[in-house]
């Protein structure tokens, strides 16, 4: 939420997609981003995902069903899922939603290299 400024592009709508389980958000800037559930569960910007700093991230596993139940609004900033694993303490803002999806590729693969590293592999 460091980022939030005024210039900050604002979601104009956001759309869960259940079937192929990917929220679609689109922003003032023209920008349409579609953020599948599992992506948005692991890069959660909770403490129990991200630690209260650097070095204490937890990495996850094992996500890759994981669906959102429910999302609710927090004030005109942000907004924060539950996840059908009961995860529901992550409040993405704006900026950070954004740059979940102007880096998704890279962040995708930096993810993948950490499951790989760790011995883990994605369920097919």
Same mark, same amino acid.
């Given at each position: 939420?460091?980022? $939030?400024?005024?210039?900050?592009?604002i979601?104009?709508g956001i759309? $869960?997609?259940q079937?192929?389980a990917v929220?679609e958000?689109?922003?003032?800037?023209g920008? #349409?981003?579609?953020l599948?559930y599992?992506?948005?569960? #692991?890069?959660s910007p909770?403490?129990e995902?991200?630690?209260?700093?650097?070095g204490?991230?937890?990495?996850q596993?094992g996500?890759?069903n994981? +669906?959102i +139940?429910g999302?609710d609004? #927090?004030?005109?900033?942000?907004v924060?899922?539950?996840f059908?694993d009961g995860?529901?303490t992550g409040?993405?803002s704006?900026?950070?939603?954004?740059? $979940?999806g102007?880096?998704? +590729?890279?962040l995708w693969?930096?993810y $993948?290299?950490?499951l790989?590293?760790?011995?883990?592999?994605r369920?097919?």
């Amino acid at each position: 939420m460091a980022g $939030l400024t005024k210039d900050t592009p604002i979601p104009t709508g956001i759309t $869960l997609h259940q079937g192929s389980a990917v929220m679609e958000i689109s922003f003032d800037d023209g920008s #349409v981003f579609r953020l599948p559930y599992e992506f948005l569960r #692991v890069y959660s910007p909770s403490a129990e995902v991200r630690g209260h700093g650097p070095g204490q991230e937890t990495l996850q596993t094992g996500k890759e069903n994981v +669906t959102i +139940t429910g999302i609710d609004p #927090v004030g005109n900033y942000a907004v924060q899922p539950t996840f059908s694993d009961g995860h529901n303490t992550g409040i993405y803002s704006w900026d950070y939603l954004y740059n $979940l999806g102007r880096h998704q +590729t890279e962040l995708w693969q930096d993810y $993948l290299q950490q499951l790989a590293a760790a011995g883990h592999a994605r369920q097919a």
